[in-house]
């Protein structure tokens, strides 16, 4: 079964600071599969950081972007892939539908606290930078909570280690 579900791509999607990079990463290894992270893909191909892309171009044109990307690595994988996506990714409803349509989606979820805690670490979040980052990543966290549910596979992500995330992945896989 788990073998089955490796046709397709795995693509992490869920909040900023949620893990999904970390987990995606040892996910892929565990598995043998490769893994990418979307948003260093995008800053690869931009030749730009994302903050840069934002103040230069602005949200739109970065989601349309992301949506390119994430296209392209999901089409272009052979054998096994893990994509970790920026946390908007799966909010845009074409790239949702793409994300749907061609893959196992898992949503990785977290209680605030922790992805207050996780995002503090890193200043390279735009929409994290004009206020407060507790209440902006609360509200997006409720405004999106409805279109992450629509990942077929959900696991709730602790603020421990993430082998426990990773297991119950596994588990949501198999
Ligand atoms: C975003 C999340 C970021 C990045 C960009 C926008 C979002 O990715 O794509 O800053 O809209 O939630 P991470 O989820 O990896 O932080």
């Given at each position: 079964?788990?073998?089955?579900?490796?046709?397709?791509?795995?693509?992490?999607?869920?909040?900023?600071?949620?893990?999904?990079?970390?987990?995606?990463?040892?996910?892929?290894?565990?598995?043998?599969c490769?893994?990418?992270d979307?948003?260093?893909?995008?800053?690869?191909?931009a030749?730009?950081t994302i903050p840069?892309?934002?103040?230069?171009?602005?949200?739109?044109y970065?989601?349309?972007?992301?949506?390119r990307?994430i296209?392209r690595?999901?089409?272009?994988?052979?054998?096994?892939?893990?994509?970790?996506?920026g946390g908007?990714?799966?909010?845009?409803?074409?790239?949702?539908?793409?994300?749907?349509?061609?893959?196992?989606?898992?949503?990785?979820?977290?209680?605030?606290e922790?992805?207050?805690?996780?995002?503090?670490?890193?200043?390279?979040?735009?929409?994290l930078?004009?206020?407060?980052?507790?209440?902006?990543?609360g509200?997006?966290?409720?405004?999106?909570?409805p279109?992450?549910?629509?990942?077929?596979i959900?696991?709730?992500?602790?603020?421990?280690?993430?082998?426990?995330?990773?297991n119950?992945?596994?588990?949501g896989?198999?």
């Amino acid at each position: 079964e788990l073998a089955r579900r490796l046709d397709r791509p795995v693509v992490l999607v869920g909040m900023m600071g949620v893990g999904k990079s970390s987990v995606g990463k040892r996910l892929a290894h565990l598995l043998g599969c490769s893994f990418v992270d979307a948003d260093e893909e995008i800053e690869r191909s931009a030749q730009m950081t994302i903050p840069e892309i934002f103040e230069t171009y602005g949200e739109d044109y970065f989601r349309d972007g992301e949506r390119r990307v994430i296209a392209r690595l999901m089409a272009e994988n052979e054998g096994c892939i893990v994509i970790a996506t920026g946390g908007g990714a799966f909010v845009n409803a074409e790239t949702r539908a793409l994300i749907l349509a061609e893959a196992v989606t898992v949503w990785l979820d977290s209680d605030l606290e922790t992805l207050v805690e996780r995002t503090a670490r890193k200043d390279n979040r735009p929409l994290l930078r004009d206020g407060d980052p507790r209440e902006i990543l609360g509200r997006l966290r409720e405004d999106r909570r409805p279109f992450y549910e629509q990942a077929p596979i959900h696991v709730t992500s602790g603020n421990g280690p993430h082998v426990q995330t990773i297991n119950k992945v596994l588990q949501g896989l198999s």
